[in-house]
Every structure is written in structure tokens, then in C-alpha cells.
């Protein structure tokens, strides 16, 4: 491994199971070692800039809980909610793959507070995403 991008190392990759995910949970301990991660976490200015943009209303993101995360995505739209989640037992609720194609089973699925399945590889694709946003913004490389 080279030292390439500061940011490759988004601390919470490979963590999340599809039975343990501290991200996205309600209990108080595993939201702790999230938190905690997300502490030391070099991509953290570009997680939480991507989550508050994007509208992720679940989960921790660059540090910060669920709950804050909200507050910052309402100030961020001039206090407009976001409109549109899809409720549990929504069609989607039904389908195999996301809607990018990745399988929804066990290695691949995590699940938000609401009992949503959610794509463990699109959340990568996600996260590279951030990093590679928040490597233009440091300059790209150390
Ligand atoms: S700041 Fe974002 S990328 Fe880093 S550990 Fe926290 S959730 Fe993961
Ligand atoms: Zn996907």
C-alpha cells in the first residue's frame, strides 16, 4: 500500500456487517464507536459535506448523529424538509438489487434505523466519492 490520497482510509470501511453497523443504529454504545471513528477519521469534513447535500437523513455521518445531521440538512435547504423518503413497505421494499444493480444480500445490505435495506456498495461508491471531493479541496495529496 502506497501513501497516495490522506483520504483512502475512510475509517469506517470494512466495519459495517449487515448484522453490526454503528453507523446506523439506535443504541447508544455502537453510536459511541461510531462517533469515535468518525473522530479520527480523515474524510470527515468531506463525509459530512456529502451527507448534509445529498439529504441523508440516516445514520452518522462525518462525526455527527442522525439528529444533527437533520438540523443541518433543514438549514442547509432554507428550512424545507426533505420530501421524498421511500416509507418501508414501499415497492422497493420487494427488489433483489439496487438500483444500480448490486445484490441485496447479506454481504452487501445494511439496514437504516427505519428497517430500510440500503446498498453497502453504493455507500462505498459513496464514501470514494467524498474523498475524492475532499482530496481536490486539500490539494489532492500530502
Ligand atoms: S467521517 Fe464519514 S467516512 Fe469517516 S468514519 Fe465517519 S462516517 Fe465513515
Ligand atoms: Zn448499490
Known amino acids: 500500500m502506497s501513501v497516495a490520497d490522506p483520504l483512502d482510509s475512510a475509517v469506517c470501511e470494512g466495519v459495517a456487517r449487515a448484522d453490526y453497523d454503528p453507523f446506523f443504529t439506535e443504541t447508544p454504545e455502537a453510536q459511541a464507536d461510531a462517533l469515535a471513528m468518525c473522530r479520527i477519521c480523515p474524510a470527515k469534513a468531506a463525509c459530512l459535506a456529502y451527507a448534509v447535500e445529498t439529504g441523508q437523513v440516516f445514520g ?3 462525526g455527527k448523529t442522525q439528529a444533527q445531521i437533520r438540523r443541518l440538512i433543514v438549514r442547509a ?14 415497492p422497493n421494499a420487494d427488489k433483489t438489487h439496487c438500483k444500480h444493480g448490486h445484490p441485496f444480500d447479506a454481504a452487501n445490505t445494511y439496514y437504516a434505523a427505519n428497517g430500510e435495506r440500503r446498498c453497502r456498495a ?17 490539494g489532492g495529496e500530502r
Open 60 to 62: 452518522i455521518w462525518g
Open 122 to 138: 453504493c455507500r462505498r461508491a459513496r464514501l470514494a466519492r467524498a474523498r475524492r471531493l475532499a482530496g481536490r479541496a486539500d
Open 77 to 90: 435547504r432554507g428550512g424545507r424538509p426533505r420530501g421524498h423518503l421511500v416509507p418501508p413497505g414501499h
